[in-house]
């Protein structure tokens, strides 16, 4: 085994250009599997994350009626039984105008339970807190601060729909998805504060629970709760789940587009290295005539070239991991996505073109059979 190795190994240094265009197909067959592969798992991982990172286990029951108002009583009643809530929260957002630019407000119950607070300067404010106290985040400051406005604690602010008066500056906070705006720049209001400026109740709730793979449980405990109390209310619940489950959907069906690509580069470069082994037999027939003449079998003729194209494809092959994995750091550091090594893909890719090396060498290796050795001996 190590003699064919190291003949296969003189054979492509002396063709190493058909036998790099004959393995071109593999190559590409290689890094759309571990690109592919790679990428759908870090955007799978990066979901997950962002959700952790965005409320971590929590999601919002939005009641899509603004003048209902959610009554404390009611809301016990609705969480009472329903397993692996940990908290429940009204929530009220809405937008305010400063001069010509828009600021996100939300008004939350317990905000200091739900978040991780890092107080800047100032201070904060209790829930009941009836003065038209706001908290604003470290992103908001610096928007605001940058625009020309006054943020100097507990001066006033003058927005479209009333007065307001910074007590504090707290660090930027993660909110769950379909809370605010999406972005950081976000002012904590009480909810008397925000009932007074905007004239309506909280029309949310957030809610947290203890693990995600029971959120879809939860949701449906919840709207059914909300139905029987609220019949004529409609709600809006989005479970954290979902988004992994619709990012799961999209990477599959990429997934499967990478894979019959990779089957047609890997058909057309199956062709392209049994036409180069049948050269190459064409080319060699005076050698293989001699290896025979010197006692090897056709048998063992044929496992030197199905061992020179193995060694091909998997050289091919290691080629085309290593580009996948470069494309993918690129990718991942353009995108913001933590690089996830799959070594099992890679693993499966090396396999994968070594089959495709064997399946292309055995039309190939038949046709030593048909070497005319005798005539060839003489010269003929």
Same mark, same amino acid.
């Given at each position: ?17 058909? *036998? ?24 799978? =991982? ?138 950081? =720049?976000? *002012? ?34 919840? =709207? ?107 990718? *991942? ?8 090594? =799959? ?16 399946? *292309? ?20």
């Amino acid at each position: 085994m190590k003699l064919m190795v190291y003949e296969a190994c003189k054979q492509f240094r002396s063709r190493w250009v058909s *036998a790099l265009f004959s393995a071109l197909g593999i190559m590409v067959a290689s890094i759309s599997m571990v690109v592919v592969s790679h990428v759908s798992s870090m955007y799978i =991982q990066n979901v997950i994350d962002t959700i952790m990172i965005n409320g971590g286990l929590s999601f919002v029951v939005h009641l899509q009626n603004p003048d209902y108002p959610l009554n404390p009583d009611e809301l016990d009643l609705v969480f009472a039984d329903i397993p692996h809530v940990t908290s429940y929260n009204p929530l009220s957002d809405g937008n305010t105008s400063i001069g010509k630019d828009n600021i996100s407000v939300l008004a939350i119950s317990d905000y200091d339970k739900l978040f991780d607070i890092e107080l800047i300067s100032g201070q904060t404010f209790s829930e009941q807190d009836i003065y038209p106290h706001v908290i604003l985040t470290k992103s908001l400051e610096k928007c605001l601060k940058d625009k020309g406005y006054d943020t100097t604690l507990n001066t006033p602010i003058f927005t479209n729909d009333g007065v307001l008066s910074a007590i504090g500056v707290i660090e930027d906070i993660k909110l769950p998805q379909g809370v605010g705006n999406g972005s950081d =720049q976000v *002012a904590l209001l009480s909810h008397h504060t925000f009932s007074t400026l905007f004239k309506r109740s909280p029309s949310k709730v957030i809610v947290t629970i203890d693990d995600i793979e029971f959120s879809d449980e939860v949701v449906l405990n919840i =709207q059914g709760k909300f139905q029987q109390l609220y019949p004529q209310v409609p709600i809006h619940t989005m479970s954290p789940k979902l988004f992994i489950d619709i990012t799961t959907s999209i990477t599959d069906t990429s997934h499967l587009v990478s894979i019959i690509l990779m089957a047609v580069c890997a058909v057309l470069g199956g062709i392209g290295i049994m036409n180069m082994i049948i050269a190459n037999i064409n080319e060699r027939k005076s050698e293989l005539a001699l290896r025979v003449a010197f006692g090897a079998s056709m048998n063992e003729i044929r496992n030197m070239l199905v061992t020179e194209t193995c060694i091909l494809c998997l050289s091919a092959g290691l080629v085309g991991v290593a580009v996948g994995l470069g494309i993918t750091m690129i990718i *991942a550091s353009m995108a913001g996505l933590t690089l996830v090594i =799959q070594w099992a893909t890679l693993i499966k890719s090396l396999v994968f073109c070594t089959f495709v090396g064997v399946a *292309a060498s055995q039309y190939p290796s038949h046709l030593v059979k048909r070497i005319p050795v005798a005539y060839l001996l003489k010269g003929e």
